[in-house]
């Protein structure tokens, strides 16, 4: 089993001109979309969050289940849930506002125990910015990486949330020793200051960085490069795009079952080549479509 570690949140996305333009709910949050993705594809996976008792906490539990999600490990509250405010530009890609005090998701507590059949644990996004939850997220990186656990960072920076950049860059590179699959953004790489190479020499086995339609590129612990070009498509918007290929990553690793440094080391070029078109594929779906609507398994083919 993975186990998606993080916020789930509304976007509200316009559907239609001007800034007020029919904003519409839509279920969303960076861990919440890569646990949606990992069920579609079909991988067993749990969610681990805490999500609102309110309509729309209860529609994000909805959400989960109708993907195959278990979420016996989300934590419920009283609190409102957090809201994204979408802006699509016109290449399809989207900036957000986000109204986050006093929501559930940032008093997540981190669980004394994680199901027994998990072999992965990813984390992210929002969850790893607000606190007092970010550091209760932290804690439980930090202690799956020393059970032996797989783990994966997607950081996904959004800038408006981090109150202090030089004190979250440091906190980043902190991170590292205990994360066994970076992935981010080229956007998001520029944000942190850094090279593939000095992230890998801090802990990764295994570093893949994204570039919007241009596709992705994988750096792995011996010096090699692996890249793919994108897939062409039409795009609507890019909302959940890269939570897609968090999942589809995760969701192809352990189909070749490559959830372990050993497993990354072992992929070579093919097996990298073959991974990341996978991910390139499930990544243009989800941009053919408004909102996050990850693929499923019929759509994407095998990994």
């Known amino acids: ?32 979309n890569t646990a949606v993705a990992l069920g579609r594809l079909g991988s067993p996976t749990a969610f681990c969050s805490r999500v609102s008792e309110d309509a729309f906490g209860q529609a994000l539990l909805d959400g989960l289940r109708q993907a195959g999600v278990d979420v016996s490990a989300v934590q419920r509250g009283p609190e409102p849930t957090t809201l994204a405010v979408a802006t699509v530009s016109g290449d399809g890609s989207a900036a957000y506002s986000f109204y986050v005090e006093g929501t559930a998701d940032r008093l997540f507590t981190a669980p004394a125990a994680l199901p027994a059949a998990t072999r992965a644990v990813s984390f992210g996004t929002c969850s790893l910015v607000l606190e007092p939850g970010a550091s209760a997220y932290e804690e439980l990186m930090r202690r799956t990486a020393a059970q ?3 783990t994966a960072l997607d950081p996904n920076i959004r800038p408006g949330l981090i109150p202090d950049a030089d004190a979250y860059r440091a906190r980043f590179r902190r991170w590292l020793p205990s994360v066994s699959l970076l992935k981010l953004s080229e956007e998001d790489a520029r944000w942190l200051g850094g090279t593939p190479g000095e992230w890998l020499a801090a802990g990764p086995s295994a570093v893949v960085v994204t570039h919007g339609g241009d596709g992705l590129t994988a750096y792995t612990r011996d010096g090699a490069e692996h890249s793919v070009p994108g897939e062409k498509v039409d795009v609507v918007d890019t909302i959940g795009a890269g939570d897609t290929v968090n999942a589809a ?5 352990a189909a070749q079952d490559a959830l372990s440094p050993q ?9 990298w080549r073959r991974l990341l078109r996978f991910a390139a594929r499930a990544a243009a ?3 053919s479509r ?12 095998e990994p």
């Open 290 to 301: 408004a909102g996050a609507q990850p693929p499923y398994a019929a759509e994407v083919g």
């Open 1 to 32: 089993m993975i186990v998606v570690a993080g916020e789930a949140l509304i976007d509200l996305v316009p559907q239609g001109s001007g800034p007020l333009a029919d904003l519409t709910p839509v279920l969303g949050g960076g861990p919440f």
């Open 263 to 271: 497993g990354l080391a072992g992929l070579g070029a093919a097996g």
């Open 249 to 253: 990553l995760l969701h192809g690793l």
């Open 148 to 150: 032996g656990m797989f």
């Open 285 to 287: 779906i989800t941009c």
